[in-house]
C-alpha cells in the first residue's frame, strides 16, 4: 500500500508568525517539528500497513524537512518540478491514500494565524462561481 503526504509548515504546532516560516528566527525549531509531525505520520502510515511512502515537501523552498529523520520506505521530493499539482505534486493513481500535515486555512478565515490561499496574495478560489474551498 504506498500513502502520499504533503508536507506544509504553517499548520505546524505552535507556530504563529511568518517569519517562522523561512530561515532566521525560530525556523529552525519549527523545521524540526515539521520534520516530527512528518515522521509520526509516516510510522502510523507504516503501522497500518504502507509499504512505500512519498513525502512532497511543500513549503516555500521545498527543502524543509530532514529526510534522515524519516522512517525508511520514506522517500522525500524536495524542490520544485513545476508539475501542475504543485504542494501535491508527485501524487498519482497508484497510491491508496494521501495524507497533509501542518496544513493551514484558507485565506480570511479564522483558525489559524498563517491563513492563505497558495501565496499571500490570493484571498479565495472559486470554480463556476463557487468557492473552491468551504470556510
Ligand atoms: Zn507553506
Redesign the pocket.
Known amino acids: 500500500m504506498k500513502i502520499f503526504i504533503s508536507a ?3 499548520g505546524t504546532a505552535g507556530i504563529v508568525n511568518w517569519k517562522e ?1 523561512e530561515p532566521g528566527d525560530q525556523y529552525g525549531y519549527f523545521a524540526e517539528q515539521m520534520t516530527g509531525e512528518v515522521a509520526a505520520a509516516c510510522q502510523g502510515a507504516l503501522d497500518g500497513g504502507a509499504t512505500e511512502i512519498l513525502v512532497r515537501d ?3 523552498s521545498a527543502r524543509n524537512l530532514n529526510p534522515a529523520k524519516l522512517p525508511r520506505k520514506t522517500r522525500v521530493l524536495r524542490g520544485w518540478t513545476g508539475g501542475p499539482y504543485t504542494m501535491m505534486d508527485g501524487i498519482n493513481e497508484t497510491y491508496s491514500a494521501a495524507a497533509m500535515t501542518g496544513y493551514h486555512t484558507c485565506a480570511a478565515s479564522n483558525g489559524n494565524p498563517l491563513a492563505h490561499t497558495m501565496t499571500t496574495s490570493i484571498e479565495k478560489v472559486t470554480i463556476n462561481g463557487m468557492p473552491a474551498v468551504s470556510l
Do not use: K, L, W
Open positions: 506544509d509548515i504553517e516560516t511543500a513549503h516555500d
